[in-house]
Structure formats: structure tokens, C-alpha cells
């Protein structure tokens, strides 16, 4: 079974300063994805970023990015800049590749970014 | 339309009771997932649909749930004589097709209420 793990329930960062965000995963697969997701009181969620597993190089999207270990499974979101509009929940998710998608989402992490 | 529409917004009713909800993908999505958010908790996976096909139906909490897709678009999930731990946001999702590399788009979910 696949198991997602988000060890820090709640964050605060001032706005304009780093964060990042911890994830750890177990999995006996090798190809997969992980995914962080981002859910502001609104409630819908929404695509941050994604990783290949069989990619070895990080995944950037602008002000967000990644550190992709695989060997220690560890999959963390840093934030940089932070604005007020990062203000969410976080949830790392792993997905299995190909058939039979399942997805596995860990319990997310509630940031506040502070004025 | 132009994003996931999920109906109800909202739900209450009685313990015992059947309810059914519904998901309108994104037109041409062939991919559907979905999930249950529990107050506090991550996103459990219950569902994904390829087409009108669930590949795996092992992540439906019971036999009390059940989940349909007709004409690879609408899928209905209908929960059987409602318990209280039903209570939750049940969120849909779809993609283009089931591959890692798209990103699932959301629904706002539907609040359903066990009283």
C-alpha cells in the first residue's frame, strides 16, 4: 500500500520570505507521480506542481518548487516570495502510473502567510 | 462548461436515507476520480473511472457506496442508508485522459450533511 505523509499540520511564513513544506511518501512502485495540490477556503483545489518520478531534475513552476529525493522518498514544496494569496492548505499527493489510477493524498499542511 | 460542476453544493439529510451526487466533467475529459474530505482530513480516493470503466472499485468505503459513469461524462456516486460517517465533502475530479501528466480539475465539491 501507498502511504503519504505530511508531518507539519500548520505553517506560518511572513510575506515575502521561503517556506517549504515536508512530504514523505512509501511506495513499493517505481514509476509514479507526486503532486502538490493547493485548497484555499474556497474549496476547490488546485494544481501546484507535479513530479515525474523517472525525472531526476526538480520541478519548478515560477515561485514554487521542489526537492525530489528518491532514494529517501521525500518529495518537500518550497515556496519563495510568499504572498498573502498562498494562504492554504497543502496536500502532497502520490499517484501510481498507468492503470488502475489511484491516488493518495497525505493530510496536508495549513499554511499562513503573515503581512 | 468550462469547469467541473458538481450537484448538490450541499446536502442534508436523515440517517438511513439514499443520496445520490453528481459530477459533470469537463467536456472531452475522459478521466474521473472521486473523493471524500473529511473534516480536518486529506482526500480519500474512492473511485476513478476511465471512460464508463472503474478499473479498481476497492477504495468505496462499503457496499453502501456505489458509483456510475454513462456516456463517459456524468457519473453519479450514491451512498445507500447514509450513516453519520458519511458526513463529508465529496469532490470530483477529471483529466484528459488517466496519464500522470495531466492535471486533474476540480469541482467545489458537495457538502453532504448525515443527520
Known amino acids: 500500500a501507498q502511504t503519504v505523509t505530511q508531518s507539519q499540520p500548520e505553517m506560518s511564513v511572513q510575506e515575502a520570505e521561503t517556506v517549504t513544506l515536508s512530504c514523505t511518501y512509501d511506495?513499493?512502485?517505481?514509476?509514479?507521480?507526486l503532486f502538490w495540490y493547493k485548497q484555499p477556503p474556497s474549496r476547490q483545489m488546485i494544481l501546484v506542481i507535479r513530479?515525474?518520478?523517472?525525472?531526476?531534475q526538480n520541478a519548478t513552476e515560477n515561485r514554487f518548487s521542489v526537492n525530489f529525493q528518491k532514494a529517501a522518498k521525500s518529495f518537500s514544496l518550497k515556496i519563495s516570495d510568499s504572498q498573502l494569496g498562498d494562504t492554504a492548505m497543502y496536500f502532497c499527493?502520490?499517484?501510481?502510473?498507468?492503470?488502475?489510477?489511484?491516488?493518495?493524498f497525505g493530510t496536508g499542511t495549513s499554511l499562513t502567510v503573515i503581512p | 462548461g468550462a469547469g467541473v460542476s458538481q450537484s448538490p453544493s450541499n446536502k442534508v439529510t436523515e440517517k438511513g436515507k439514499d443520496v445520490e451526487l453528481r459530477c459533470d466533467p469537463i467536456s472531452g475529459h475522459t478521466a474521473l476520480y472521486w473523493y471524500r474530505q473529511s473534516l480536518g482530513q486529506g482526500l480519500e480516493f474512492l473511485i476513478y473511472f476511465q471512460g464508463n470503466s472503474a478499473p479498481d472499485k476497492s477504495g468505496l468505503p462499503s457496499d453502501r457506496f456505489s458509483a456510475e459513469r454513462t456516456g463517459g461524462s456524468v457519473s453519479t456516486l450514491t451512498i445507500q442508508r447514509t450513516q453519520q460517517e458519511d458526513s463529508a465533502v465529496y469532490l470530483c475530479?477529471?483529466?484528459?485522459?488517466?496519464?500522470?501528466?495531466?492535471?486533474?480539475?476540480f469541482g467545489d465539491g458537495t457538502r453532504l450533511s448525515i443527520l
Open positions: 499527493a502520490f499517484m501510481k502510473h498507468y492503470l488502475g489510477n489511484q491516488f493518495y
Open positions: 475530479a477529471s483529466s484528459l485522459e488517466g496519464f500522470g501528466e495531466q492535471p486533474q480539475h
Open positions: 513530479q515525474e518520478a523517472y525525472k531526476q
Open positions: 511506495t513499493s512502485e517505481s514509476n509514479y507521480y
